[in-house]
């Protein structure tokens, strides 16, 4: 079902509660047929998806299948082979004075959950989400982002072909239309995007008291310790900065080390990203695209906030900005004010630990810390001294990769998380249950 005029929400909204009243989603098998046709959609429709996202985004092929098809197949599938697990009841022991009762727990589906992605990976940051909300018996709305109009209209014309379209539903649209739907009474509302909107969901959530999982963003440090191989370190840095031309949630937005090892580490990353991307990343058929020319305008006014390492050059026409390392950049330069989002890395300069951790908690809280470290002593110190989203030490980004580990930030980069067994608690409600015999 697509919509497009702000009517149709309430519409929308009261055809999918209707559904979930009558039980039709609560059964098991409900649950993984769905998921069996979202898997069968992504894999019949994959060459439509990829096209959209090269058409959104620049993605090219093989990296559109790895960040966004193939991982939300493999969180489908992942689900698949533990739901009937993860659903099953969990006794808790029940104290002396109740002796003879037995206490559990059950998961509750919540009801209609509305899902709002952004564009910078329009499709996994939808269907991700959807996977854990269908799995725990919700009807949905899912609300693609208008940033991405080829990968909306893709899902918009491919999900009602394969899912139950009377507890599944894409309206799609922009501010008008979300704004229509934020009116709405939900059970759930599954929000990733920036903290200025993550402010107008909750807002509208509280009205309803309804939850909000919000899957925000913000500005992820790389730390790099003395002592480490620069080669090495850059190699990593470089794939997980510049992936998506850096339009990624969890990129490291900027690099803290120690003078020596900035020395170091800058012609590395220089080499490392010849190396990635060849001599003209613009002929890269691996490098993406800035997702609009107010972005663009946005990323190449912060081109001059230090010294060039590598890139620097762009094209507004073809919206391509060079995978650029900036160095000896000042804390209070522009480019490190907001999260950068897109391919500028730029390395700031600290004494030491210390100063690298004190430069972190002065700041909001990070969805993702990223530590380049030999000592165990540092891994330590970093994980007990900071507050981030997540912890990655050696490899950006990645950590959202493993189904099995909770996905979501803290503090100015959002609440709640997702992911495997993480989106059943997410998306139910965990059911005290109290039984004694009356004899
Ligand atoms: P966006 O502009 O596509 O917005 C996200 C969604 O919010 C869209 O569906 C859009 O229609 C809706 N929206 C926009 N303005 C609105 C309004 N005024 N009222 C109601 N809804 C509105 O995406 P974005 O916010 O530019 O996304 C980039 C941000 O998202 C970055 O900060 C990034 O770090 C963050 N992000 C976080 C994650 C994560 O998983 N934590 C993942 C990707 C992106």
């Known amino acids: 079902m697509t919509s497009s005029t702000p009517e149709q929400p309430a519409a929308v909204a009261a055809r999918l509660r209707a559904t979930f009243r009558t039980g039709r989603t609560k059964p098991l098998e409900w649950r993984t047929d769905q998921l069996r046709q979202l898997r069968a959609m992504l894999t019949e429709h994959g060459p439509d998806f990829a096209a959209a996202l090269r058409a959104d985004l620049g993605k090219g092929e093989a990296e559109a299948y790895r ?18 697990e993860w659903l099953r009841p969990e006794p808790a022991p029940v104290p002396p004075h109740l002796d003879g009762a ?60 394969f899912l139950d379209t009377d507890a599944v539903a894409v309206v799609e649209g922009a501010v008008p239309e979300t704004t229509a739907l934020l009116e709405q009474r939900f059970d759930h509302i599954f929000y990733t995007g920036n903290g200025t909107v993550g402010r107008i969901v909750m807002n509208a959530a509280a009205k309803h008291l309804t939850p909000v999982t919000l899957e925000l963003g913000g500005k992820s440090p790389a730390f790099v310790d003395r002592g480490t191989d620069p080669d090495a370190v850059a190699a990593r840095l470089v794939a997980g900065k510049f ?19 900035a020395a170091r580490l800058e012609p590395a990353l220089a080499r490392a990203v010849t190396a990635l991307f060849g001599d003209d990343p613009a002929a ?15 990323l190449t006014g912060l081109l001059g906030s230090g010294r060039t390492v590598a890139g620097g050059t762009h094209d507004r026409d073809r919206k391509y900005i060079a995978p650029t390392v900036l160095g000896g950049v000042a804390p209070d330069a522009p ?28 700041r909001d809280k990070p969805l993702a810390l990223y530590a380049f470290t030999e000592s165990a002593q540092t891994r330590r110190r970093l994980t007990g001294e900071t507050s981030s989203g997540g912890l990655g030490f050696g490899l950006p980004v990645a950590h959202l990769t493993v189904s099995d580990l909770p996905f979501g930030g803290v503090g100015e980069s959002g609440m709640g998380r997702y992911h495997g067994r993480y989106s059943i608690e997410t998306f139910s409600h965990r059911k005290a249950v109290l039984s004694k015999p009356l004899a």
């Open 67 to 84: 960040t966004e098809i193939d991982f939300t197949l493999r969180e489908i599938d992942h689900t698949l082979s533990h739901l009937e």
């Open 335 to 362: 480019v490190m004010g907001e999260e950068i989002f897109g391919p500028i890395l730029p390395i700031v300069e600290v004494a030491d630990l210390d100063e690298a951790i004190d430069f972190i908690n002065d």
């Open 243 to 261: 992936l998506n031309a850096g339009q990624t949630c969890v990129a490291p937005d900027y690099v803290l080390t120690d003078p020596e090892t």
């Open 102 to 161: 037995e206490a559990w727990t059950v998961y509750d589906p919540l009801g209609v959950v509305l899902v709002i992605a952004p564009w910078n990976y329009p499709l996994q940051l939808l269907l991700a989400p959807m996977v854990g909300a269908l799995a725990s018996g919700n009807c949905v709305v899912a609300k693609p982002s208008e940033l991405a109009p080829a990968t909306s209209a893709a899902v918009a014309r491919l999900l009602p072909r």
């Open 284 to 298: 890269a058929p691996n490098y993406g695209r800035i997702i609009n020319e107010r972005h663009f305008d946005r």
